[in-house]
């Protein structure tokens, strides 16, 4: 029964998962949610506040066995600690001159196609594996796997986007197209071809394929807290905005306690490496002083935005 009303869902991208893996969704609260990782998230990947019952998220958690649930009820006109990276407009005439500059001298150095999932799985390899290379603690996965994940998508409302440098490939993008939205789930840049502002071009491709021909929103995602990254704020030089929002978790019972035990002792929690998971510990902590941000505000201190 989950199976076939997945497929009957709105989004593209909820369809597509009914299809190939609906053993990986759950219905509740309105709202189909998606297991990935251990945590339960919404399953389109158009950011949208929920309202969510205290029973619904449980009935979910025990349903899914996922470890916690995370989704957001409101946005903010204020600056909060949540937020996520979207751009509904994009004119290259009203970036700064800097930004205008390295578009320019992208498309001299770069060219980005639209390629086939079947030729990115054979020819992509390389440029993810080498692009690791600028990550902390993380690794690719094997050729074999990393093929298999490519060849998945086939059929599916993905496309794929490369830039390339001459005749190598320099980055790419794995974009998930809805039907109002478009998002960003993977962004790989071989650091080698960097210095020719092969981002510039991609983004500025995918912009203008996307927001300007289209008039579709383009997300980034949401705030991160396990990885630090500086991608969001390279995106604002394109116009991208932070939309703010509250951040609610739901913990699975003994997840939970063990949180609510760790949370005073977070500041030592640092000095475990991240060869013991050390990372995942701290981004759980961080997302819990986040999550414990906003309780103080419902009681309407800070202003929800309007629409």
Known sequence: MAHTRAEEAHDPYVRWLGHHNSSTLFWGGGTWWRRYHGCLAPASLRPQPIELAELQA???????????????????????????????????????????????????????????????????????????????????????????????????????????????????????????????????????????????????????NYVVADGKLVTNGFRAFVHDTNVQDFLRTFGFQLVYCDLKVVYQKTLGACVRALYPFRSMVGMIPDSWGGANVRGILVQEKVRRSFLSRDDGSLAPSVG
């Open 58 to 208: 449980a009935n979910l958690l025990e349903q899914s066995g996922a470890l916690l649930l995370r989704y957001f009820s409101r946005t903010f006109t204020e600056p909060t600690g949540f937020w996520y990276v979207a751009c509904h407009r994009y004119d290259f005439s009203g970036l700064s001159a800097n930004t205008r500059s390295k578009i320019r001298r992208a498309y001299k150095n770069c060219k980005v196609e639209k390629v086939e999932a079947a030729w990115f799985a054979q020819n992509g390899y390389e440029c993810y594996s080498s692009a690791f290379a600028r990550y902390r603690g993380a690794h690719p996965e094997s050729k074999a796997v990393f093929q298999r994940q490519i060849m998945d998508s086939v059929d599916g409302p993905f496309a794929f986007w490369a830039v390339f440098a001459g005749t190598e490939l320099a980055g790419y993008t794995k974009c998930v197209i809805g039907d109002d939205y478009v998002a960003t789930v993977v962004l790989k840049f071989h650091p080698d071809y960097l210095p020719r502002y092969s981002a510039y071009a991609l983004w500025d491709a995918i912009l203008r």
